[in-house]
């Protein structure tokens, strides 16, 4: 070290150590990028191994996950599935499995992929290819389709979700409107009438989600489509500056414009736009298929018990078209005990599994036989309307950095939403930029 | 950084002792016991700040195979040497976004947030922490519970603030019920600037407040006496007297609130939400890059912060004279050999001070 000043030297050292901590902190979130699991090694894999294995899915709220294990389980004395929660945020879970796939934990077998997921776990190998001879004989066709990726299998689905449209039958019935609307034309014309002649400030229109995360780029596909538009074409191609899907951006855009969806609804997610329909301030809301049984709580939290029921969720020009929600259970690339795994997959997609898994955690089922089961319509009222959603549900982009898509999306809507950008030039924008990230 | 700490320590005892021909306390027998003894802590401090710095440095360095096999869909494994391609790309504007200052880069974007938000706040803070510490340093009934009372936010974890803040927010949250009209604070708008920076100067004036009170209590009574005798009025007092010399201990702080909020990423990824550009910081562009498997942009990312922080913190030692470590007294100790005057009684530390403040 040179004579520099003592007390300067110090206080230089002391002040580069107080920086160095926070290029450390950052640095371990970018740091460790061992390189991601070889997509191209062409080595097939071994179905036959068995021995435990871990499934990595999000915190089991219900507590259903633990039920399912352990049914498993007892009936598999050869390798035992052990449950390894994780948060309860999507973003998070998806971090913790990428990570694990870069160091090859081979104890993680199972994992829950997001319906989203699927191009980017499947290009970049953090999932296993399904075997050829996997059977999805029953399961809904969207579901399929959404774990399928260049033609290959990637995961078995295991839960779907469609949009519904929950509305006040007590009030619609008051006002003298015969059924749900089907448009937003016609859902507009059924508020202004209720509005009118409730004179309740408090009561708002219509919502869905609009704060700017995963659920606006649900509710701005749904808009562009229930236009007629698309945001990435049959080839592949995005296509989203046309005048079909400015048509569903201007809607929502007016709506936000002339209070039929609340200001703040462009803070809300899915609780905040479930708390404001339970407690009996909107006319309608855009929401899954879970919020019936919030709705119908008898416990003094809901307003709406035995006032509200689904439709389908109206379109902007002729029906609507909702966003395929729901999960996938895929194979881990680096699992160790990939028949154990494959077995658990098999499981879960079973009637009996799907059926209690439906019972005890109100998550629509991927076999299309159950929609109609006696128990539970019985217990689920909507689940027909809900086949109806999903059956003519779209998936939203298939893209492998999927979030630089959906991020995309989202500035687009978002901006044209709170009234900063016109829509045409929002989705001109979005399809520039669409075009660099989806080739 | 061994002889930053070992120096003002071992400095006093080698000057009186007739050894002054020895130019480096490190020469001499206590110099080799200091290391030995500071060993272990090197080894902590090089395994867990010293190699994750420098494989975040090899990393930005690097960028992850993104093309797709146009037959399978599939992605070649590795990573790929780009040289300094990372941080030169920050000046191509690949990455437009809308913010407060226009579209720009969203690299510039939060770049000028951090900036803004830790101007604002770091003032904000000043003010308020120093009104604070006058306050408490007044002798009343209750003192004590006022000082732990301050404390309060500051011991709450900032995630944990960030949710607080973000239900009082809501569009129907408490703050709009007070202010009787709705401001839509979380949607990503120029009221969300002011909620961080509510939320933070909420939770961290207290900070500065405590040291400045710790800094209050070394100025010794018989100089506001002497003033009242002048015929000083409070404001000159304070001006001329209790500013002056709480300078050493606020400048400390104000510099430690600095780097802190420099490196800020719990208040807006908490409280607002990701992909907000108006509120969007570094740390928290270079999480959300890391997220999308960018390791490499992330860690260029990460160490423009790291430089900045550097930067930020040599100014106020050069310009400001922060004394970090207290070897001002050292300084002082040698003047007083000259016959200078000096108040009575050393002040304490900063460090010594933030030690006792947490």
Not at chain 1, 135 to 156: N, R
Not at chain 2, 226 to 252: C, E, H, N, S, Y
């Amino acid at each position: 070290m040179t004579f520099v000043r003592p007390a300067r030297r110090v206080l230089i050292a002391a002040a580069s150590m107080s920086a160095l901590f926070v290029a450390a902190a950052c640095g371990g979130g970018g740091g460790g990028g061992a390189p991601a699991g070889g997509g191209t090694s062409a080595a097939a894999a071994d179905f036959t191994k068995q021995g435990d294995t871990e499934w990595w899915t999000g915190k089991d709220l219900s507590g259903n996950n633990k039920n399912l294990v352990d049914q498993f389980n007892a009936q598999h004395p050869n390798g035992k599935v052990i449950l390894h929660e994780l948060p309860n945020q999507a973003d998070q879970q998806r971090q913790q499995m990428i990570q694990n796939t870069q160091i090859k934990n081979p104890k993680m077998g199972i994992l829950e992929m997001d319906v989203v997921w699927t191009a980017e776990f499947a290009a970049k190998g953090y999932a296993e290819a399904m075997p050829p001879d996997t059977s999805t004989e029953g399961m809904l066709k969207a579901t399929v389709d959404a774990a399928t990726y260049f033609g290959k299998l990637y995961g078995l689905p295991s839960t779907s979700d469609g949009g519904l449209l929950y509305y006040r039958k007590d009030l619609l019935d008051k006002y003298g409107i015969a059924a749900a609307p089907t448009t937003f034309d016609e859902m507009k014309a059924a508020c202004d009438k209720i509005q009118a002649g409730e004179k309740n400030d408090k009561l708002g229109c219509y919502a869905g989600q609009f704060d700017k995360y995963e659920g606006l780029t649900v509710n701005f596909d749904e808009a562009v489509h229930g236009a007629g538009g698309v945001i990435v074409g049959d080839d592949g191609k995005p296509n989203v500056a046309t005048p079909e899907a400015t048509k569903g951006l201007q809607t929502l855009t007016d709506w936000f414009k002339d209070g039929h969806i609340p200001a703040a609804a462009i803070t809300w997610q899915e609780p905040q736009s479930q708390v404001a329909f339970t407690k009996g301030n909107l006319i309608f809301l855009r929401n899954w298929g879970y919020v019936y049984a919030l709705n119908q709580k008898k416990d003094g939290s809901s307003a709406v018990v035995g006032k509200f029921d689904v439709a389908p969720l109206p379109g902007i020009i002729g029906p609507g078209v909702s966003s395929l929600g729901g999960h996938t259970k895929a194979i881990a690339k680096y699992a160790e005990n990939k028949g154990t795994a494959l077995d658990f997959l098999k499981f879960i997609s079973s009637p009996e599994a799907q059926k209690s898994n439906t019972l005890a955690t109100s998550q629509s089922p991927v076999l299309e036989s159950l929609y109609s089961d006696p128990d539970l319509v019985k217990k689920y009222p909507f689940l027909p309307t809900q086949l109806k959603s999903i059956q003519t549900a779209k998936p939203r982009p298939k893209a492998v950095e999927y979030g630089d898509v959906t991020l995309a999306i989202q500035d687009a809507a978002y901006g044209a939403l709170q009234g900063q950008t016109q829509p045409d030039a929002a989705l001109q924008a979005l399809q520039a930029k669409l075009q660099t990230l989806i080739k | 950084m061994a002889t930053a700490t070992a120096e003002p320590r071992s400095l006093p005892a080698t000057e009186g002792d007739g050894h002054k021909h020895k130019k480096n306390a490190l020469s001499d027998g206590q110099g080799r016991l200091a290391w030995m003894l500071l060993a272990p802590t090197l080894i902590v401090i090089f395994v867990v700040a010293g190699i994750p710095v420098a494989m975040s440095i090899r990393e930005s360095f690097f960028q992850t195979n993104s093309g797709v096999d146009p037959t399978t869909g599939l992605i070649a494994a590795g990573d790929k040497f780009v040289g300094l391609q990372n941080f030169t790309d920050i000046f191509k504007g690949q990455n437009p976004v809308t913010g407060s200052y226009g579209t720009m880069d969203r690299f510039w974007n939060a770049f000028l947030n951090t900036t803004f938000i830790t101007i604002v706040c770091v003032i904000l803070e000043t003010i308020i922490g120093v009104a604070m510490a006058l306050i408490m340093a007044k002798a009343f009934r209750g003192r004590g519970v006022v000082r732990a009372g301050i404390l309060v936010p500051w011991a709450i974890p900032t995630i944990v603030s960030a949710l607080m803040w973000k239900l009082i927010f809501d569009a129907n949250g408490v703050m709009n019920k007070i202010i009787g009209k709705q401001i839509l604070w979380l949607a990503d708008s120029g009221a969300s600037f002011w909620a961080i920076v509510i939320a933070d100067t909420w939770k961290t004036a207290a900070f500065i407040g405590l040291l400045t009170l710790a800094g209050l209590g070394t100025i010794p009574a018989e100089v506001y006496e002497a003033a009242k005798v002048d015929g000083a009025t409070t404001w000159q007092q304070f001006v001329r007297i209790t500013l002056p010399m709480v300078k050493p201990t606020l400048v400390v702080a104000v510099l430690f609130r600095t780097l802190d909020t420099l490196r800020m990423f719990d208040l807006p990824y908490g409280m607002i939400g990701a992909g907000k550009y108006r509120v969007e910081t570094l740390s928290v562009f270079s999480y959300q890059e890391a997220a999308q498997s960018r390791y490499g942009p992330a860690a260029a990312y990460a160490i423009i912060l790291f430089i900045y922080v550097l930067v930020v913190a040599y100014l106020f030692v050069r310009i400001l004279g922060a004394d970090v470590i207290g070897d001002a007294d050292v300084a002082k100790k040698k003047k007083k050999k000259k016959g200078d005057e000096e108040p009575a009684g050393p002040p304490a530390t900063a460090l010594e001070m933030a030690g006792g403040a947490h």
